[in-house]
T-cell receptor, first 113, second 114 residues
Framework: IAGITQAPTSQILAAGRRMTLRCTQD?????MYWYRQDLGLGLRLIHY???????GKGEVPDGYSVSRANTDDFPLTLASAVPSQTSVYFC????????????FGEGSRLTVL | SQQGEEDPQALSIQEGENATMNCSYK?????LQWYRQNSGRGLVHLIL?????REKHSGRLRVTLDTSKKSSSLLITASRAADTASYFC??????????????FGRGTQLTVWP
């Protein structure tokens, strides 16, 4: 089934550890996004990429990094996890240039202890 | 923040009633989108309305956009228990360094009772 695949689905992580959340899409979309969702705060944009080879910072980029080596993959890395990064992380891709609808993955629930 | 803000935060209605959710935003936009999220799942796109449109329909959904007031509303008619979910508006900035980014509000939690 075409769409966005995120891994892992859920992870518990000790503070200070490095963690990479994986995101793969098979729709050949150029634009991809990482959001975090926290209760009462809605979705906040962490990083985005309008096309392979380019990335940009969103609203809450600190403590996170991304890369976009190819069209399909957009991993999100936490270099040294902290408890405030406990959240549900959603990857999304954009179907129509940079102005169309977003297609979301099912999310990665991360708990940092 | 360029987020859209939904109102109300929570809405509880009976099946068959209509549900209206509102969204306000701050900056000029290319379009405004509404998404739905079932508990524990990813967001699903419902409808997109462009800045030069005033009203759009899709099945039981009706969206309006008033760019002069920087506001939008989502109406779900004849609601069903299966409509229970969180609904988010998202705004798409139309210029400058924020072009291409989609900003979400905090959402409205809709509960439809059988």
């Amino acid at each position: 089934i075409a769409g966005i695949t995120q891994a892992p689905t859920s992870q518990i992580l000790a503070a200070g550890r490095r963690m990479t959340l994986r995101c793969t899409q098979d729709m050949r979309h150029n634009a991809m996004y990482w959001y975090r969702q926290d209760l009462g705060l809605g979705l906040r944009l962490i990083h985005y990429s309008n096309t392979a080879g380019t990335t940009g910072k969103g609203e809450v980029p600190d403590g996170y990094s991304v890369s976009r080596a190819n069209t399909d993959d957009f991993p999100l890395t936490l270099a040294s996890a902290v408890p405030s990064q406990t959240s549900v992380y959603f990857c999304a891709s954009r179907g129509e240039g940079i102005t169309g609808e977003l297609f979301f993955g099912e999310g990665s629930r991360l708990t940092v202890l | 923040s360029q987020q859209g803000e939904e109102d109300p935060q929570a809405l509880s209605i009976q099946e068959g009633e209509n549900a209206t959710m509102n969204c306000s935003y701050k900056t000029s936009i290319n379009n405004l989108q509404w998404y739905r999220q079932n508990s524990g799942r990813g967001l699903v796109h419902l409808i997109l309305i462009r800045s030069n449109e005033r009203e759009k329909h899709s099945g039981r959904l009706r969206v309006t956009l008033d760019t002069s007031k920087k506001s939008s509303s989502l109406l779900i008619t004849a609601s069903r228990a299966a409509d229970t979910a969180s609904y988010f508006c998202a705004t798409d900035a139309n210029r400058g360094s924020t072009l291409g980014r989609l900003y979400f509000g905090r959402g409205t939690q809709l509960t439809v009772w059988p």
